[in-house]
């Protein structure tokens, strides 16, 4: 079973704001959860992280369910710079070997 | 600050050939990893040094890649004998230890074997 869900593909005009979702129905106690994204021709880049609740940074809005299997990524007023692939992963301490297991993400466009 | 340094950042080989990937982590990171990314299978993991020791080192990528870590600036990855199959993205990452998860991504090595 893999370990998180998303939707393969999502669409927003610029200055909408975008929620990603992701299901992680077995997600462990000792687990997080984490976003990253990639933009053509480039490496995947850490955006937000977060355990429970609510977590904001600069870049993102981080929104975890209360069972913790789901959890919304949200980018307020994208921009055409916002176009990418968003991975969500789960992983903690010693649950992964320390490694990173990518999917296939959610392929956001952003239509001027 | 720099971040991750990958070279070259293209690169064509003929099948057979022998060819070598570089990367420099960012300064005091101690975990480093290797990744292949192609448009089928998504990113892979191909291996990962902690402290420039070889913690995992891919399974199904053992017997034609070899990444070695150096020095803790400095990794790696040879690929020989190449095979059209290899053609994919390359990509470095590195990260501190108590912080694996957040790893900083180099903008990869685009390798095309003919």
Request: net charge neutral; charged share 20%.
């Amino acid at each position: 079973l893999a370990k998180t869900t998303q939707p393969p593909s999502m669409e927003a005009y610029e200055g909408q704001e975008v929620n990603v979702s992701c299901s992680h129905t077995n997600i462990a106690t000792s687990e997080y959860i984490y976003w990253y994204r990639q933009v053509p021709h480039q490496g995947p880049q850490f955006i937000i992280q977060g355990y429970k609740d609510y977590v904001v940074n600069e870049v993102a809005s981080l929104f975890i369910s209360a069972d913790r299997k789901l959890s919304t990524l949200s980018l307020p007023w994208v921009s055409l710079r916002d176009a990418a692939v968003y991975y969500c992963i789960v992983t903690g301490p010693n649950s992964a070997g320390n490694k990173l297991t990518f999917g296939i993400g959610t392929r956001v466009l952003v239509r001027p | 600050d720099a971040g991750v340094t990958q070279t070259p950042r293209h690169e064509v080989a003929e099948k057979g050939q022998t060819i070598i990937l570089k990367c420099e982590p960012v300064s005091g990171h101690n975990d480093l990893f290797w990744y292949r990314q192609t448009k089928i299978q998504g990113l892979e993991l191909l291996s990962y040094f902690r402290s420039k020791s070889l913690m995992e080192d891919g399974g199904a990528f053992k017997d034609r890649f070899k990444a070695e870590m150096l020095n803790s600036s400095f990794s790696t990855l040879k690929i020989q004998p190449t095979e059209p199959k290899d053609s994919a993205v390359y990509l470095c990452a590195s990260s501190f230890p108590r912080h694996y998860a957040e790893q900083f991504f180099g903008p990869g090595t685009r390798l095309t074997v003919l």
